[in-house]
């Protein structure tokens, strides 16, 4: 499977520009995996770091549905990857986790994401709370947010990336 890329648009009106910027950032991820095993998927950069290509995807999945699920739309949608108990399960992988299923999780997560986002004005206010506070987010927030995660992970994922097989880009 060949993941395609494209840049944003640079005279959009700001929906498409932000909805552009976090297509391209989730893109981004998918190309940092591609061509890569599971057991590569599943290799940490340097100790005493567990970050792995697959655990951020798996990350990712979960934000996904929490900012566009349970803030968003206001869904009682439970975390996919992680407990309570263990916020950090999405990053633990295993050997039985496989890039097919992450991969899937994933795109269905997106694709409710574009789903519920298209019922939202930017200044709509999202009809569910974050767990860490009351206050009130609009969808132009989330995208904000949304691309800041996608991209603070990327870099992580060029690291990864680069240490499991020395490509590097953009």
């Given at each position: 499977?060949?993941?395609?890329?494209?840049?944003?648009?640079?005279?959009?009106?700001?929906?498409?520009?932000?909805?552009?910027?976090?297509?391209?950032?989730?893109?981004?991820?998918?190309?940092?995996?591609?061509?890569?095993?599971?057991?590569?998927?599943?290799?940490?950069?340097?100790?005493?770091s567990a970050l792995t290509l697959?655990?951020?995807?798996?990350?990712?999945?979960?934000?996904?549905?929490?900012?566009?699920?349970?803030?968003?739309?206001?869904?009682?949608?439970?975390?996919?990857?992680?407990?309570?108990?263990?916020?950090?399960?999405?990053?633990?992988?295993?050997?039985?986790?496989?890039?097919?299923?992450?991969?899937?999780?994933?795109?269905?997560?997106?694709?409710?994401?574009?789903?519920?986002?298209?019922?939202?004005?930017?200044?709509?206010?999202?009809?569910?709370?974050?767990?860490?506070?009351?206050?009130?987010?609009?969808?132009?927030?989330?995208?904000?947010?949304?691309?800041?995660?996608?991209?603070?992970?990327?870099?992580?994922?060029?690291?990864?990336?680069?240490?499991?097989?020395?490509?590097?880009?953009?």
């Amino acid at each position: 499977m060949t993941i395609e890329r494209s840049e944003p648009s640079r005279t959009a009106d700001e929906r498409t520009m932000l909805e552009g910027w976090l297509e391209y950032h989730r893109a981004s991820l998918a190309v940092k995996c591609q061509g890569l095993t599971d057991e590569q998927l599943r290799t940490a950069s340097v100790a005493p770091s567990a970050l792995t290509l697959l655990g951020l995807v798996r990350h990712m999945a979960d934000v996904e549905r929490g900012w566009f699920r349970r803030v968003l739309a206001g869904e009682d949608a439970a975390p996919i990857h992680y407990t309570a108990e263990d916020r950090d399960g999405d990053f633990r992988v295993t050997e039985t986790d496989t890039w097919q299923d992450a991969y899937a999780t994933w795109q269905n997560e997106i694709t409710v994401a574009r789903r519920h986002a298209s019922g939202f004005a930017l200044d709509d206010l999202a009809k569910g709370h974050h767990h860490s506070t009351d206050d009130p987010f609009n969808l132009r927030w989330i995208y904000t947010h949304m691309i800041e995660e996608y991209a603070r992970h990327n870099g992580h994922a060029d690291l990864l990336r680069e240490s499991i097989d020395g490509v590097t880009g953009d």
